[in-house]
């Protein structure tokens, strides 16, 4: 399994959801890669596969959202991890309901906390590109256990 995804040793990494949004389409994606890259000012990074419709839309929209996952939200998170919003909407077929932040990006409504990010930069690093974002809007709607990927089809919520 390492030699094959040595990425893995870093498992289990915490899943969010990444909202996007360019022109009239809006999108939503799993994500395991997403992490914080500085304190002051508070900048977040994703790196997104260049085959996602994601990609598209954040480097076009030049905004992503971040929205943690927990329980409540663990079956529709990871099968907006299985399937691409390029031919469908994914908010309306996984019922992931939306609310709209300060810059207008979709936001998961269910979500216990969303981030919404201003593209600073966008770094091609090999198969994917790091999006890094400044954090312009904060909600925090509950505390929860985050959900990570463990690898595969394993989960765990700490
Ligand atoms: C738990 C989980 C974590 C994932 N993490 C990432 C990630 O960090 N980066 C990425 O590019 N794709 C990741 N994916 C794959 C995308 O979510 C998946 O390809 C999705 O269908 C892309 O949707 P889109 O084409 O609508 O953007 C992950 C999938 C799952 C199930």
Redesign the pocket.
């Given at each position: 399994m390492a030699a094959e995804k040595p990425y893995r040793f870093l498992y289990p990494m915490r899943?969010v959801l990444i909202t996007s949004k360019y022109g009239d389409r809006e999108?939503v994606?799993?994500?395991?890669?997403?992490f914080p890259v500085s304190m002051e000012p508070p900048l977040f990074a994703?790196?997104?596969?260049r085959?996602?419709?994601?990609?598209e839309l954040i480097s076009k929209g030049r905004a992503f959202a971040i929205n943690l996952v927990d329980a409540k939200i663990r079956e529709k998170a990871?099968a907006?991890?299985?399937?691409?919003?390029?031919d469908r909407d994914?908010f309306a077929e996984l019922s992931i309901a939306r609310e709209y932040g300060k810059l207008g990006m979709p936001l998961v409504k269910d979500s216990p906390a969303s981030i919404e990010c201003k593209l600073v930069k966008e770094i091609e690093l090999g198969d994917?590109v790091l999006f890094v974002g400044g954090a312009v809007n904060i909600i925090e709607r509950r505390k929860a256990k985050g959900l990570y990927?463990a690898g595969g089809d394993d989960f765990v919520e700490i």
């Amino acid at each position: 399994m390492a030699a094959e995804k040595p990425y893995r040793f870093l498992y289990p990494m915490r899943v969010v959801l990444i909202t996007s949004k360019y022109g009239d389409r809006e999108n939503v994606m799993a994500a395991a890669w997403c992490f914080p890259v500085s304190m002051e000012p508070p900048l977040f990074a994703v790196s997104v596969s260049r085959k996602r419709f994601s990609h598209e839309l954040i480097s076009k929209g030049r905004a992503f959202a971040i929205n943690l996952v927990d329980a409540k939200i663990r079956e529709k998170a990871v099968a907006a991890g299985r399937s691409s919003g390029k031919d469908r909407d994914k908010f309306a077929e996984l019922s992931i309901a939306r609310e709209y932040g300060k810059l207008g990006m979709p936001l998961v409504k269910d979500s216990p906390a969303s981030i919404e990010c201003k593209l600073v930069k966008e770094i091609e690093l090999g198969d994917h590109v790091l999006f890094v974002g400044g954090a312009v809007n904060i909600i925090e709607r509950r505390k929860a256990k985050g959900l990570y990927h463990a690898g595969g089809d394993d989960f765990v919520e700490i």
